[in-house]
């Protein structure tokens, strides 16, 4: 077999399948986005504790004064 007529009968066979093809991969993309959709309840966001030791106040902030006089 030549290479002209594997890449016919490659060419015949994408097109008659194609239909069946681009099906399948829709399912399989929905199917992914439906167990993404699944996972996400079960992620919860990082507590954040609050530490009053490493409190930030105005005389902190490079800019504080220009800021509270705006």
Same mark, same amino acid.
Not at 5 to 15: G, K
Not at 40 to 69: F, H, L, S
């Given at each position: 077999?030549? #290479?002209?007529? *594997?890449? @016919?009968? &490659?060419?015949? =066979?994408?097109?008659?399948?194609?239909?069946?093809?681009? #099906?399948?991969? *829709?399912? @399989?993309? &929905?199917?992914? =986005?439906?167990?993404?959709?699944?996972?996400?309840?079960?992620?919860?966001?990082?507590? @954040?504790?609050?530490?009053?030791?490493?409190?930030?106040?105005?005389?902190?902030?490079?800019?504080?004064?220009?800021?509270?006089?705006?």
């Amino acid at each position: 077999m030549d #290479l002209h007529q *594997y890449a @016919v009968d &490659l060419r015949d =066979f994408v097109v008659n399948w194609w239909p069946l093809l681009g #099906l399948t991969f *829709y399912c @399989v993309l &929905l199917y992914i =986005f439906w167990r993404m959709l699944q996972l996400m309840p079960r992620v919860k966001p990082a507590t @954040v504790i609050v530490d009053p030791k490493t409190a930030i106040d105005w005389n902190d902030i490079a800019g504080a004064d220009e800021a509270k006089m705006e």
